[in-house]
């Protein structure tokens, strides 16, 4: 099992340009999620998708997109990057949202962006 | 509004000291659940315990303990003989059930750093 996959874990964008941050999982979890972090914020959820056509936002949503056409994929769109945007963007998948006990919500391992 | 505060930033003690975490928590609802994570120096986030709100039973795992007092909020972390690959960034993190699909609420995360 390779968990969950995001991919790239660098890039760097200048502002106004566009990227899409892939994220796949393959243990069939229903629910995915998005997360940044950013030096003493802790993480913070953009969006997330409780299946496959159900996208909702979440604390942070402005500036970024998202959809959900498969069970494993939820890709994240950036339509014009800003400096603000610069961070580090976590996908993460559970059987629930909020993970069961012998299920967590499961982390990929990052995406540092930075936007200049 | 949930909340989440864990007021130590950063925590330094030498080898084999213990340590304790604290965590407290804000919501509405009667039913959550409270996450700790641990992120290594490499980045990754690992889950290490998920608790609900029914459940006070403190819990221990090894060098690890976690004392949940519901009469004041907290669900703090104590780790017992304390070793240099326990330096990392431990999030606490709370769900509320009845809020529906919001993902997690982290803190800000505490620095934890052990000396040799």
């Known amino acids: 099992n390779a968990g969950v996959t995001q991919t790239p874990k660098f890039q760097v964008l200048k502002t106004g340009q566009s990227m899409t941050l892939q994220c796949a999982q393959d243990m069939n979890h229903e629910y995915m999620s998005w997360y940044r972090q950013d030096p003493g914020m802790g993480l913070r959820l953009i969006h997330y998708s409780v299946g496959a056509g159900i996208t909702d936002q979440g604390e942070v949503p402005n500036g970024y997109n998202v959809s959900r056409s498969t069970t494993e994929d939820f890709p994240l769109r950036l339509l014009s990057a800003a400096p603000s945007q610069t961070s580090v963007y976590f996908c993460a998948s559970s059987y629930s949202l909020t993970g069961t006990r012998n299920s967590p919500l499961h982390f990929g391992n990052g995406t540092r962006l930075t936007v200049t | 509004a949930q909340k989440v505060t864990q007021a130590q930033t950063e925590i330094s003690v030498v080898e084999k000291e213990d340590v304790t975490l604290d965590c407290v928590y804000e919501t509405r609802d009667t039913t959550y659940y409270l996450f700790w994570y641990k992120q290594p120096p490499s980045g990754e986030l690992v889950f290490l315990i998920r608790r609900n709100s029914f459940d006070e039973q403190n819990e221990i795992s090894g060098r690890y303990s976690w004392n949940f007092q519901k009469s004041t909020s907290s669900f703090n972390f104590t780790i017992t003989a304390s070793q240099v690959v326990d330096s990392a960034v431990y999030f606490c993190?709370?769900?509320?059930?009845?809020?529906?699909?919001?993902?997690?609420?982290f803190g800000k995360g505490t620095h934890l750093i052990i000396q040799p």
């Open positions: 993190a709370l769900s509320e059930v009845g809020g529906g699909a919001d993902g997690l609420t």
